[in-house]
């Protein structure tokens, strides 16, 4: 069955940066397109990232544009969100998730992992 | 970009009452809206894509329904299970969004 496992969260100083990865079993990884979602405690979801199976396509959400950076690795099944130049409002649990897409559905996100905690405080 | 708003907020119901949440983009968004269930500690689960289309291993008591810009999520007979929080999110565009949720409790 599909698993998806973040890991790469913790406790970071403002302006710091950190590196997290998500782990993907139980399917043809290199086939999907990819996607993180965050949420603040207590608070709704935040979509932040997206990339498609080669890499070709990459978007952002204005609150994180420039300062973090969506990759893959296909030959290791990963993803990855580089996060830099850190604020207090990026504390959350980051999710990532499988974006499935159809012509006639456009994108949904049937799997998703458990999450990394990303605590920014100083 | 497009903004999604979700009433009533919350809401408290009992078992076995019929539930609807609404869900409106501000813009037409076609029939490009999802809805997920989030318990409490847990990640969100996928219950409805495409407006109407349900999950597989979603009960049968979840409908979803609507286009353009007002969008639906029904539970016919609410379960011990489904208190939880519903949120909304559009794909019309990879800019993708969320609408800020609905809890559903207990009365």
């Known amino acids: 069955q599909v698993r998806l496992v973040e890991s790469g969260g913790g406790l970071v100083k403002p302006g710091g940066s950190l590196r997290l990865s998500c782990a993907a079993s139980?399917?043809?990884?290199?086939?999907?397109?990819m996607t993180w979602i965050r949420q603040a405690p207590g608070k709704g979801l935040e979509w932040i990232s997206y990339?498609?199976?080669?890499?070709?396509?990459?978007n952002y959400a204005a609150s994180v544009k420039g300062r973090f950076t969506i990759s893959r690795d296909n030959a290791k099944n990963s993803l990855y969100l580089q996060i830099n130049s850190l604020r207090a409002e990026d504390t959350a649990l980051y999710y990532c998730a499988r974006a499935l897409f159809g012509v006639t559905t456009a994108y949904y996100f049937d799997s998703w992992g458990q999450g990394t905690l990303v605590t920014v405080s100083s | 970009d497009i903004q999604m708003t979700q009433s009533p907020s919350s809401l408290s119901a009992s078992v076995g009452d019929r539930v609807t949440i609404t869900c409106r983009a501000n813009?037409?968004?076609?029939?490009?809206l999802n809805w997920y269930q989030q318990k409490p500690g847990k990640a969100p689960k996928l219950l409805i894509y495409?407006?109407?289309s349900v999950q597989s291993g979603v009960p049968s008591r979840f409908s979803g329904s609507g286009s353009g810009t007002d969008f639906s999520l029904t539970i016919s007979s609410l379960q011990p299970e489904d208190f939880a929080t519903y949120y909304c999110?559009?794909?019309?565009?990879?800019?993708?969004?969320f609408g800020p949720g609905t809890k559903v409790d207990i009365k």
């Open positions: 139980g399917f043809t990884f290199s086939d999907h397109y």
């Open positions: 990339i498609s199976s080669t890499s070709s396509f990459i």
């Open positions: 813009q037409s968004i076609n029939i490009y």
């Open positions: 495409a407006a109407s």
């Open positions: 999110q559009h794909s019309y565009t990879t800019l993708f969004s």
